[in-house]
Structure formats: structure tokens, C-alpha cells
């Protein structure tokens, strides 16, 4: 994996604002009337390789297909990178049938901790702040809620199996082509956690871990491909952090560490034989625009996050109820030969970093776990979550931010 | 104006959420009857309400300027219109829209899209129309002069009895700058700086009554820095932006005559609208002119991703003797909730460049009409818990 060696390198969370016509096109495709798939496959080949210079042009150093082939639902959408995963498993009956439906909020309880999750609408913040969540009027701004409001998921009613093989494949070439048409070292490729997967309903298994390792067992898979094609696998699990405001009423500490460390054991598992050196890992406490008053303190989780299996971890720090946590890197030390990737620009507000705050983000980060060992990012991904306008003059004022940093740090 | 001795004090910029009846009760132009007495209680209410959450100098959330949707970013300036003669609309100018305001903005030029999507957005959600848009096409037509005597007075009387027995140290009312009244279309005067003095003349009545009152008057003027957006980005004319900017200082110091400065507080920040704020002329650009309004506070933002690293103009430029600075370290630019020591944080920063005592702690800009009432009471919340941690620290 490249390392800031000579200057602070620049990369993001991973989902980008997709065209318009892309955005048209994989609407259709989702509910079965894209008559013509060579032409949406053409579409977007084309859409990755502009997606990929405009990134490089910009000044992001390791890009990615800005997860172009996760189809989303419109230009705001939170949940692509989730969604993406039930179309390439079989094992999953679809949201809306009778069988997912009618279990929409049912969960199985953990078997190692006294823990269960929640559904959307019953997890601590929505609860706190429902006058919020539920207001039309908050919904009018592009700051409100609407956009985040619970979502009809697939149900798992036979054996998960890993059936994404041509997509993945496809993505995989998209984003080669563009590498090379660019001249682009490095390129990274998102790919969800078994625990953030593993959160929907589940009418098959057992129990809830058996539900996770089939997950993993079958996301391996795709992991596989992503590191053997010569990319840099992002590993997406915000629901490691997420999942602590999803279980009402707040549980002890030990009881959710408990939960989630088998969860971190099944992506270990998923993880199995793949180079620590060409994965990253990417955790938030969820994209939406709500208060986030609920969000665990990364000091609590810091360790759950390190026994990841992964050479860079990317960890949302750009946005006001996270700066702060810079200061956990002053008592956790960052293990030797890891990397940190910090988001120091975020889709949580709409106003664009100035590249002096960009920078001096970075520079605080640089100095607690050392130059060489930051890598500049976002937050979140910023497509689906910030306008397409906003999203790539945040992206400029994190490559902007870099250079101060850079002059800063290597002078 | 008291200043954090012993400990930091916290206040905000003025607008808070007002209630929902109150909101319509505007709207639907209720008779005085109707609306007073709601008035007079909702301003008792968010007062106590201050109080609960730990907000040393108050207001009354600037509940007697009408808001008429929830979603609201310009009462603060709106309000004054019926206060005011000397204004007419005109269909010629109502056309324009906000265009007859600017000369061109070169962000919402490079944004072009996001505006545009952002408008239709906002015209759904407020179907009354928002206060700015009220005051479009309104056009100076003859002497102006200030009649809202007993519009003040009644704010004030409201203020007063709702501060008998509440646990605050102080308290503030707004009122509009000089420098955001001139940018309504004059046809009357000669020329801008005859227009914007006999505005300082006007307005000068309803700073004198908020101070002759015993409360701290806040001038609101986010036109002193906003104004290089509308009328002077398209060009990068810093200098052309200066020249206007240092006879609008001159114009609120003529306004201010005859009030003392130590009942002074003085507000810039850059438009609260939820938009890109990448065109925003930067604080070094002004923080000189700004220092020379006879005000003892200046109320800056400061706690948004476009201002934040700006505490460091301070190292270089002093804060001249007896002065304070009430930086915003909370902000309605984002939904997301300040965590206690990441104010704590934004506060120690000040305090250690310019002194403990002369940091107040305060809001970018008002909260009201901006974010969710719950957001908004939840980051005044969170501003005070971040002003015990800073204390703690800043008095170890």
C-alpha cells in the first residue's frame, strides 16, 4: 500500500456523485426494466474512467470507481453500499416479500452477549431527537431527514452463497481501464464488512453467528478478487461503531465489546490469507445528517478497530462530534507499519472545508502518529450524501489541504 | 458588559426556535389581541429555557421579529421593515428578486446547480415564502425614519418581565446594522453614503432605546463581510470590498453616538445559509475595520469548516485592551451535534491567544429557523457542558 513517504497522499471513503444518466439508467436496472444491459455495462465503463481522471486530476493519489457499480436509487441515497451486496448472494428472498416484510424488525439475539439490535426507527437517536426525524418541514433543506428514513431490506431465507462473480469482475475491469488511461498507481475498491451485512433479517440460520461466518464466508470471496486484481480492498463496516446506538436501551460497555469482537473475528475470518498490507479498513457512525448525540467514543471501540487485519485503518474525524478524537492516537499507539486514514473533510455539512482547517487537521494527526504514517480522507463517502457540486469542491479542498500540509510538515 | 472573571461565560447570536403557535400566528397575520399575549409568554418561556441550559447571557430569542415558517434564515433582518418609513414596493424591482440586491456572486455562479436545487427545495419547504423574500421589490422612496417605538418597547417590556427571577447573568436584544439596511434599492437619496447615514440616523433610535433599557444592544451585521460575496467576488476587488467596508464602520460608529461601548456588542458572520461558503472573504481581509466599531464585544463565527482555523488571526492581531471576543463554537452549519470537548477544545484555543477573561463562548450564528428546534437546543446544550469542561481547564 502506498505511504505518505515524501508528502501527505490523499484518498476517500469511497462512494462518489454519480452522473445523472448512470443514476437513470441503474434506477431502471433495480426494478427490472433496463432492457438493455450492454448499454448500461457501456455506460458505466465510461462513467468509472471520468470518475477516475477527474479524481487524479483533482489531486486525490488513490482513487477508486467512486463505487459506481453499487447501484443507488437517486442522486440521494445512503444505503448503495449495503444494498449492492444482496444482488451479488444468493440466499436472500427481496424487500417486500411477504417474507421480508413481515419480519422487518425482527432480530435474532446474540448468543455471546446480552445484546440485540434494533430496528431503524427504535435505535437511541431516532428516539431522542424523533420530533426531528419525523418533521416535514426538516426534510425541505437538503440538511433533512427524508433521505434517511428506514428502507425495506431482503430477508435471508436459504444458504448465503456468493454469486456476484461477473459484476465483481466487471467492476474490477472498469476500474483497471481507468487506471491505466489515467496513469493511476494505486486504486482502492469498497467492499462491505460481515457485520455491517450481516444486519438484516435472517429467517435461516440458527443463530446470529452462523448468519455472520456464512456471510463471511461468502464476502471472501469478494475480498479475494478485489486484493488478487492488484487493488486495495476497503473493507466498509460502520456498523461496528453504528450498531452501539441500534441496541436500546444502552448496554454495558463489556456486553457490546463482546458483540461486536465476534464480529471482528468473522472478518478476520473473511479476511484469511489476504495481505494486511493491501487492505484498509473504514469505519463511521453512520452517514445520515441527524445529531449523533449517541455516538460511541472511538476510545471505547479503538482496540476492536486494531485487531482488524488490515495495514490502514479510515476513520471519520472531520466532522464535530469526532474532531476531537484525534487525541485517542496520543494514548493508543498506532502499531507499527499501520496507516491512518482521517477524514478531514466530511458530507456532514455543505459548507467546503477551507483548506487551512484541511490542513490543519492532517497536521495534527501527523504530529500524535507521525507524517509518514497519514493518509488524508473524508469522513464518509460523499456521494448520495452531499450535492454532486459540493462533493467535488470538498475533494479539491482536501487535495488543497494536503499541500499546505505537505509544505507544513517537510519543510 | 460582564466578562467571564472567574469562569467562561456562554451566550449565542440570537435566534432561537420559536414555537410552533407563535410561527403561525405570523403567518396567518394575527390581530395584536391574539398574538401579544402569546408573544409575552413565549418569550418568558425561552428564557427559563436559557436559563435550564446553562446560557449565561440571554435574550428573547428574538421571538418579537416575525418568523413565519419553522425553517426561516431572515427575520433578523426583515423584522425592521415595518418599522421603517420611507419604503414602497416596486413591481419594476419585485421582479429582480434577489437579484436587485447583488451585482453577482462568484459562488453561486461556480455552484450554479446546487443554488438551483437548493432554491426549489427551500420554496417547498416554506410555502408562506421566507422573510427575505418579503422584502423583495421594496425600494426606498422618501425620508426614512424610524416608527417602530412601540414595536421595541413591547420587546423590551417582554424581555424585562421574563428576566424577573430567572438565573442569568445578562442579557442582549438584536438589531440590524447600517451596512444591511443599504443594500434594499434606494431611489430617494442621493447617493449610497447619503442613503446609509440617514439610515445610521434611524436605526440609532432603537439601539438607544434597547441600551436605555439596561440590556446589551447586539448589532447584527453580517453584511460587513457577506457584502464582498454579492457585490465583490466576481472580481477578487478586495480593495474595492475595503473602501465600502471602512465607510460602513464610520456609518455604525455614527449610529452608535452617544451610547457607551461597554453596552456594545457587534455581530459579523458570513450568511447563515446552508450552502458552499467557498466564496467567503476571509476574517484577515477586515479583522482590521472590524476593530475600530465601538463596540467591547465582537461576536464572530468561528465554528464551521469555512472559519474554523481563523483563531489563529488573533495571535497576530491584538485584541486591543478591554475588548472581548465572543467566537462561535457551536454552529447551525451542520446537523450534527458539537461534542462538549471539541468546544471545550475551540474554547481553550481563544482563551489561551487572547486570555480567559476575554472570551465569551457563542454560537456562528443564530440557531433558530436554521436547524431542528431539538438540534438547536441540544448544540446550546452542548455549548454550555463544552464551557464547564474549557473552565475546568482554563482555571486548574
Not at chain 1, 78 to 88: H, S
Not at chain 1, 133 to 144: A, R
Not at chain 1, 364 to 379: K, L, M
Amino acid at each position: 500500500m502506498r505511504s505518505s513517504k515524501d508528502k501527505i497522499l490523499t484518498t476517500h471513503a469511497g462512494s462518489l456523485s454519480r452522473p445523472a444518466n448512470l443514476i437513470a439508467m441503474s434506477r431502471a436496472g433495480a426494478v427490472g426494466k433496463n432492457e438493455d444491459k450492454a448499454a448500461y455495462a457501456d455506460r458505466l465503463a465510461d462513467a468509472v474512467a471520468d470518475v477516475v481522471r477527474r479524481q487524479q486530476e483533482l489531486g486525490i493519489d488513490i482513487p477508486d470507481d467512486g463505487e459506481f457499480g453499487k447501484p443507488v436509487a437517486g442522486s440521494y441515497d445512503y444505503g448503495a453500499w449495503w444494498n449492492y451486496a444482496f444482488a451479488r448472494m444468493s440466499g436472500f428472498s427481496p424487500a417486500g416479500s411477504p417474507e421480508a416484510a413481515a419480519h422487518e424488525t425482527l432480530h435474532k439475539k446474540s448468543s455471546v452477549a446480552d445484546v440485540a439490535l434494533t430496528s431503524f426507527a427504535n435505535r437511541r437517536d431516532w428516539q431522542k431527537f424523533s420530533e426531528f426525524y419525523l418533521d416535514p418541514e426538516s426534510s425541505g433543506s437538503l440538511m433533512g431527514s427524508a433521505a434517511r428514513r428506514p428502507v425495506g431490506r431482503p430477508a435471508c431465507t436459504g444458504p448465503i452463497k456468493y454469486t456476484g462473480h461477473a459484476a465483481l469482475q466487471a467492476d474490477i475491469a472498469n476500474l483497471k481501464k481507468a487506471m491505466t488511461a489515467a496513469g493511476v498507481e494505486e486504486a482502492f475498491m469498497c467492499s462491505i464488512g460481515p457485520g455491517s451485512f450481516a444486519r438484516g433479517v435472517d429467517l435461516y440460520y440458527k443463530t446470529e453467528e452462523e448468519f455472520l461466518f456464512a456471510s463471511a464466508d461468502a464476502m471472501h470471496e469478494e475480498y479475494k478478487a478485489i486484493v488478487e486484481a492488484g487493488i486495495v480492498l476497503q473493507i466498509d463496516d460502520p456498523s461496528l461503531p453504528d450498531n452501539w446506538d441500534m441496541i436500546n436501551p444502552e448496554p454495558p460497555l463489556n456486553e457490546f465489546k463482546k458483540f461486536e469482537q465476534v464480529r471482528m473475528e468473522a472478518l478476520n475470518h473473511a479476511l484469511r490469507g489476504l495481505s494486511a498490507d493491501r487492505i484498509r479498513f473504514h469505519i463511521c457512525w453512520g452517514s445520515w445528517h441527524g445529531p449523533h448525540t449517541t455516538d460511541i467514543p472511538l476510545k471505547d471501540i479503538v482496540d476492536l478497530v486494531l485487531s482488524v487485519n488490515a495495514g490502514a485503518y479510515s476513520v471519520e474525524a472531520g466532522n464535530v462530534r469526532h474532531e476531537h478524537e484525534w487525541r485517542v492516537w496520543k494514548h493508543t499507539k498506532l502499531p507499527d507499519g499501520k496507516l491512518l486514514i482521517p477524514g478531514v473533510v466530511s458530507h456532514a455539512t455543505n459548507i467546503v472545508e477551507h483548506p487551512q482547517v484541511v490542513a490543519d487537521r492532517i497536521v495534527r494527526y501527523a504530529q500524535v502518529v507521525g507524517r509518514e504514517n497519514v493518509i488524508a480522507g473524508t469522513d464518509c463517502g460523499l456521494g448520495g450524501r452531499v450535492h454532486s457540486q459540493i462533493a467535488w469542491a470538498k475533494l479539491e479542498a482536501l487535495a488543497k489541504g494536503a499541500e499546505l500540509a505537505s509544505k507544513e510538515l517537510w519543510r | 458588559m460582564k466578562r467571564s472573571r472567574d469562569r467562561i461565560f456562554t451566550t449565542h447570536v440570537g435566534s432561537l426556535p420559536r414555537p410552533k403557535d407563535l410561527v403561525e400566528l405570523y403567518r396567518d397575520n394575527s390581530p395584536d389581541s391574539t398574538l401579544f399575549p402569546r408573544l409575552r409568554s413565549a418569550v418568558a418561556r425561552v428564557v427559563q429555557e436559557q436559563a435550564h441550559f446553562g446560557i449565561d447571557i440571554v435574550n428573547d430569542g428574538e421571538f418579537g421579529k416575525a418568523m413565519r415558517s419553522a425553517m426561516d434564515f431572515g427575520a433578523w433582518w426583515s423584522y425592521v421593515y415595518p418599522r421603517l418609513a420611507g419604503y414602497e414596493l416596486r413591481e419594476e424591482e419585485a421582479r429582480k428578486g434577489r437579484g436587485a440586491w447583488t451585482f453577482g456572486s462568484k459562488e453561486r455562479k461556480e455552484f450554479a446547480e446546487f443554488y438551483a436545487a437548493e432554491a426549489s427545495a427551500a420554496a417547498t419547504a416554506s410555502q408562506g415564502g421566507t422573510s427575505t423574500a418579503r422584502l423583495y421589490g421594496l425600494t426606498c422612496t422618501a425620508p426614512v425614519k424610524y416608527t417602530g417605538q412601540e414595536a421595541i418597547q413591547r420587546d423590551i417590556q417582554n424581555l424585562k418581565t421574563a428576566l424577573t427571577g430567572a438565573q442569568v447573568e445578562e442579557a442582549f436584544m438584536t438589531a440590524v446594522s447600517p451596512a444591511t439596511l443599504q443594500i434594499l434599492p434606494n431611489a430617494y437619496y442621493k447617493d449610497r453614503e447619503e442613503y446609509t447615514w440617514a439610515l445610521a440616523e434611524a436605526i440609532r433610535e432603537e439601539y438607544k432605546a434597547i441600551v436605555d433599557a439596561g440590556f446589551i444592544l447586539q448589532i447584527d451585521d453580517p453584511a460587513l463581510v457577506d457584502i464582498y460575496d454579492w457585490w465583490f467576488s466576481m472580481n477578487d476587488d478586495i480593495a474595492g470590498f475595503r473602501k465600502w467596508a471602512a465607510f460602513q464602520v464610520e456609518a455604525v460608529n455614527h449610529a452608535l453616538e452617544s451610547i457607551p461601548e461597554d453596552r456594545v456588542r457587534f455581530h459579523i458572520c458570513w450568511g447563515s445559509w446552508h450552502g458552499p461558503h467557498k466564496g467567503d472573504v476571509g476574517l484577515k481581509h477586515v479583522v482590521d475595520l472590524l476593530l475600530r466599531i465601538k463596540a467591547q464585544a465582537y461576536v464572530i463565527e468561528a465554528a464551521n469548516v469555512r472559519h474554523e482555523h481563523e483563531w489563529k488571526i488573533w495571535r497576530t492581531t491584538k485584541l486591543p485592551e478591554g475588548k472581548v471576543l465572543i467566537p462561535g463554537v457551536v454552529s447551525h452549519a451542520t446537523n450534527v451535534v458539537e461534542h462538549p470537548e471539541l468546544v471545550a477544545d475551540r474554547i481553550v484555543r481563544f482563551a489561551k491567544t487572547i486570555g480567559r477573561e476575554n472570551v465569551i463562548a457563542g454560537t456562528d450564528c443564530g440557531l433558530g429557523g436554521r436547524v431542528h428546534p431539538q438540534i438547536a437546543w441540544a448544540k446550546l446544550e452542548a455549548l454550555s457542558e463544552g464551557a464547564k469542561l474549557a473552565t475546568k481547564e482554563l482555571w486548574s
